[in-house]
């Protein structure tokens, strides 16, 4: 019991401060309106939310744990931030939601396999992913427009830009930021933090 509560402690902890990280990405190249619930920009806070806590639940819970935990996230992001209604809009809702979470469970994956320790070039390869996956996320949209035209009729037409994608490749930077400061074993020490389970079998 102790154990779990420590554990659940630390995934707070460590979730909080890579969020304020990613934010402060934001913030450095965005301004103030990553703050900004009303404005796209807060998906610095969002993403990095869910992407912080995607990674260091895995690392401390269960697979299906951090499941359940994320489709509580997204339910939450569809009924209080985008207030999102029809099948259609939280489908694409969805597919636009999971590439943070997954750029982040792959990562945590790569992690595992190699010194279970975030490496200083690891928050650019995030970035990348990120964008790859939010740009494939982009050609879903399209291809739903394209292949159920009446059912989109009444969906927003959003054009690619450069503008996304380099939202995307910041948001994944400052999360992989934060996760490397959390590896930092003087950060570990001055925060109390366990190692987690980062050695369970695969």
């Known amino acids: 019991?102790?154990?779990?509560?420590?554990?659940?402690?630390d995934l707070c902890i460590e979730t909080v401060?890579?969020?304020?990280?990613?934010?402060?990405?934001?913030?450095?190249?965005?301004g103030w309106n990553v703050l900004n619930i009303y404005n796209h920009k807060f998906v610095f806070v969002a993403d990095g939310l869910v992407g912080?806590?995607?990674?260091?639940?895995?690392?401390?819970?269960?697979?299906?744990?951090?499941?359940?935990?994320?489709?509580?996230?997204?339910?939450?992001?569809?009924?209080?931030?985008?207030r999102t209604t029809g099948v259609m809009r939280i489908f694409l809702e969805f597919v636009f939601f999971v590439p943070v979470p997954l750029?982040?469970?792959?990562?945590?994956?790569?992690?595992?396999?190699?010194?279970?320790?975030v490496r200083l070039y690891d928050p650019l390869i995030l970035g990348a992913f990120c964008a790859a996956l939010v740009s494939v996320a982009r050609g879903v949209y399209y291809?739903?427009?394209?292949?159920?035209?009446?059912?989109?009729?009444?969906?927003?037409a959003i054009p690619f830009s450069?503008?996304?994608?380099?939202?995307?490749?910041?948001?994944?930077?400052?999360?992989?930021?934060?996760?490397?400061?959390?590896?930092?074993?003087?950060?570990?020490?001055?925060?109390?933090?366990t190692k987690g389970f980062t050695v369970r079998a695969a």
């Open 103 to 117: 750029g982040c469970a792959v990562l945590f994956w790569s992690y595992r396999k190699q010194r279970n320790e």
């Open 17 to 30: 401060v890579a969020v304020l990280i990613c934010i402060g990405v934001g913030v450095i190249v965005y």
């Open 162 to 193: 450069f503008s996304e994608t380099l939202e995307s490749f910041l948001i994944g930077v400052g999360i992989g930021l934060g996760l490397w400061v959390l590896d930092r074993p003087e950060v570990k020490r001055i925060l109390h933090l």
């Open 52 to 82: 912080s806590f995607v990674f260091y639940s895995l690392r401390r819970l269960r697979a299906r744990d951090t499941i359940i935990f994320v489709c509580i996230l997204f339910l939450m992001q569809v009924i209080l931030l985008t």
């Open 1 to 9: 019991m102790k154990e779990g509560a420590s554990n659940y402690h």
């Open 143 to 156: 291809a739903t427009m394209l292949v159920n035209p009446e059912s989109s009729a009444s969906l927003p």
